[in-house]
């Protein structure tokens, strides 16, 4: 697996490739503009241009963003949900832009529990903000959740049902698993059999090759809490063992992990960073 962490780019593009250089990260995660607000400024193609030369100029560095948090696909409500779809197509036009790998997102929260129908709802957004977005390459990666609350999403059974109500291809949409969200939602990620637990749901519910991106953070609440607060890697409830088991596993061998700490910079990513690095090397020997 790289690792890498979540970077700021409010100094430009351009500076977030620096910072990830300096806190050595092998990949990288940004938001794309504004995660609290549903519109951004007009995406500019020059600075654009100006980040794919930089990151190719540092060797293409494995590169994902997350959407807006306002987005809900699986809004009940008519126009919330038309809200997002415009949102989502908007992340993808400014992914495609970008020449992402990978677009995470949540999926939002519908109060009917009804899996099938929330998970059609979602999936008719998430095929009608691709075809909103024209002639889009990037790859859309659904988010597990803590699964509090009505938020969809915290099981593979639910993100599988959103895979089968798209009918769309693993190339085009794929999944994310966040290891806080996992824990908190009750997922074993604390070892070795945790993970080819999880592995194997995921594949069995939504196909393999679907997974295309971990959110690397601990947890500091119990499994099974719905609690979604980080801590930093080994300090909280999942430990390093339940990392140093993730890093082992085959499936993700080519997978990027991103670490989303809370802290300061640049210590959090570059602590956080060294303490996946270490496990991942004592996995192989
Ligand atoms: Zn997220
Ligand atoms: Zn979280």
């Known amino acids: 697996m790289l690792i890498g962490a979540h970077v700021s780019v409010s100094g430009g593009y351009s500076k977030a490739l620096e910072y990830a250089q300096s806190v050595e990260a092998e990949c990288i995660q940004i938001f794309a503009k504004s995660p609290r607000q549903w519109r951004g400024p007009v ?34 409500d008519d126009i919330m949900w038309e809200k997002s779809v415009l949102a989502l197509a908007d992340e993808l036009t400014r992914a495609n832009i970008l020449g992402v790998d990978g677009v995470a997102t949540h999926l939002g929260s519908n109060p009917s529990g009804d899996i099938g129908l929330t998970a059609s709802r979602i999936a008719s957004g998430i095929v ?16 597990n959740t803590a699964g509090a609350g009505a938020t969809f999403g915290g099981t593979p059974e639910e993100l599988g049902a959103v895979v089968r ?31 080819e637990d999880l592995l ?55 997978i990027c992990a991103v670490l989303e700490m809370p802290g300061e910079v640049p210590e959090k990513d570059r602590e956080n960073i060294a303490r996946l690095k270490t496990l991942r090397t004592q996995g192989q020997s």
Not at 43 to 71: C, K, M, N, W
Not at 130 to 136: I, K, L, M, N, T
Not at 224 to 244: C, M, N, Q, V
């Open 43 to 76: 995406p500019d193609s020059d600075a654009a241009a100006q980040f794919r030369e930089a990151r190719a100029s540092v060797g293409g560095v494995p590169l994902f963003t997350h959407t807006a948090y306002l987005i809900n696909l699986a809004a009940a």
């Open 128 to 143: 009608a903000a691709f075809d909103q977005c024209g002639d889009c390459s990037a790859r859309l990666l659904m988010e």
């Open 165 to 195: 109500a798209s009918g769309l291809t693993a190339e085009v949409l794929g999944v994310c698993i966040d290891t806080c969200h996992a824990h908190a939602a009750g997922l074993d990620v604390s070892g070795n059999r945790g993970w």
């Open 200 to 254: 194997d749901s995921m594949d069995r519910e939504c196909g393999e090759g679907r997974v295309g991106l971990i959110h690397a953070n601990d947890c500091k609440f119990g499994r099974g809490e719905h609690k979604d607060r980080h801590e930093w890697i080994g300090d909280g409830f999942i430990g390093s063992a339940g990392f140093e088991a993730m890093l082992n596993q085959e499936r993700l061998s080519d």
